[in-house]
């Protein structure tokens, strides 16, 4: 028991005094509504085809994360995450006998850059510590965007093609990943980061201001839980 608490002690006094930072994962609940569209397909002022595809809300997700500590005053924080969710897409043109309904999907990867500041702190010394904080920081992001006649043209090889032209699921989602949407802006964020010896965790909410990083939206909310170990 002596020895069991020894070693107790030596892992918390390593963490407190030689710890810089913290990584780990990070997983994510996001907020978000995507409204519903379809469009007649146009070629010489003629309808040749249409496409619909349905709304959608919110998403998940995965990432990862490091913070360091070792500034003063503030934190840097630098976390990387996907979300997303999956919606039906509807294609037709006179080469099907049938509109052709297929699931697509819409993904989201960021990158936040944040410095936080604590503003409430709690602890037990050498064991466990708590912390309230808020944090600002600027974001980059890449997502994949919805489907317009643009794109539709370009996959089947040219305006004229839309209307004959063979319909092939894997070429449109390729063209949308190779398209990918890239934007930047800011974010606030505000949570509870947790220590207990080696190991941290934060549960947090961040509100995400950059357009079109959720087609149609210029802002949008998550909730995060995040679970790693000190460095």
Known sequence: MKKFL????????????????GLGLSV????????????????EDVKVGSFAY???????????YLYLDIIPV???????NFTGNVYNFTFNNAAIAE?????????????????????????????????LYGGLGINKNVSTPLVNQEMLEAVFGGASELENG?????????????????TSGFHIDAG???????????????????????PGNKRYSSMNFRLGIGI
């Open 6 to 21: 020894i070693g107790i002690i030596i892992v918390a006094l390593s963490s407190t005094v030689f710890a810089i930072g």
């Open 28 to 43: 994510n609940s996001s907020s978000f509504s995507v409204e519903a569209g379809s469009s007649d397909l146009m070629y």
């Open 54 to 64: 349905d709304g959608f809300e919110n998403g998940g997700g995965i990432g990862g």
């Open 74 to 80: 503030v934190d840097l924080d630098i976390e990387y």
């Open 99 to 131: 509109p052709e309904t297929q699931e697509f999907a819409f993904a989201a990867g960021s990158m936040f850059i944040t410095l936080q500041k604590s503003v409430f702190d709690l602890g037990i010394p050498f064991l466990a510590k708590a912390k």
């Open 166 to 182: 063979e319909y092939d699921y894997t070429a449109v989602t390729d063209y949308l990943k190779d398209n990918a949407v890239e």
């Open 192 to 214: 509870v980061f947790f220590k207990v010896l080696t190991f941290s965790g934060a549960v947090y909410y961040r509100q995400v201001i950059a357009e079109d990083v959720i």
